[in-house]
């Protein structure tokens, strides 16, 4: 494959991954572009809000992105359409602090029809306690992105 279209690809995999379903985790090694992939891919489809407990930013123009380490006052201060729906991007998941990851696994249990969740992590043993609120998981590749599980694959 051109190595030009690879970015692309993983974008569209994710893309049509984040419109069937209302969350999804993307889990691949360091550096295979997880993050900047699901983060143009959700830009495309949504406004997208980006929380990353490290205050990294994959893309400079996200909508809005955490100032701070606190996560229930970054989702609080979204400010949800009933017309379309949005995306929080939550990136190294693994890294939240007990309070936040609570909190998640609440936002994956009570889901938000207009707020669609997405979860990334490079360890996937890390998420294994929040699998039943995920529907759909995309693994990340170097070269490629693949939906491993989809909670509509066996409907």
């Given at each position: 494959?051109?190595?030009r279209v690879i970015p692309?690809?993983?974008?569209?995999?994710i893309?049509?991954?984040?419109?069937?379903h209302?969350?999804?985790?993307?889990?691949?090694?360091?550096?295979?572009?997880?993050?900047?992939s699901a983060?143009k891919?959700?830009?495309?489809?949504?406004d997208t809000y980006?929380?990353?407990?490290?205050?990294?930013?994959p893309?400079?123009d996200i909508?809005?992105?955490?100032?701070?380490?606190?996560?229930?006052?970054?989702?609080?201060?979204i400010?949800?359409?009933?017309e379309?729906?949005?995306?929080?991007v939550?990136d190294?998941?693994e890294k939240?602090?007990?309070?936040d990851?609570?909190?998640?696994k609440?936002?994956?249990?009570?889901?938000?029809?207009?707020?669609?969740?997405?979860?990334?992590?490079?360890a996937?043993?890390?998420?294994?306690a929040m699998?039943?609120?995920i529907?759909?998981?995309?693994?990340?590749?170097?070269d490629?992105a693949?939906?491993?599980?989809?909670?509509?694959?066996?409907s």
């Open positions: 494959m051109d190595p692309f690809v993983k974008e569209e995999i893309r049509n991954v984040i419109k069937s209302a969350s999804l985790l993307v889990t691949g090694w360091q550096k295979s572009g997880k993050s900047v983060v891919a959700a830009m495309s489809v949504a980006y929380f990353d407990p490290l205050g990294n930013v893309v400079e909508k809005e992105r955490s100032a701070s380490s606190d996560m229930q006052a970054f989702v609080a201060a400010k949800l359409s009933d379309v729906f949005s995306v929080l939550v190294n998941y939240l602090a007990p309070v990851m609570l909190f998640l609440s936002m994956l249990k009570d889901k938000k029809p207009d707020l669609k969740l997405i979860l990334i992590s490079g996937f043993a890390s998420i294994s699998m039943d609120g529907e759909a998981v995309v693994r990340v590749k170097v490629t693949e939906l491993v599980y989809s909670s509509r694959m066996n």
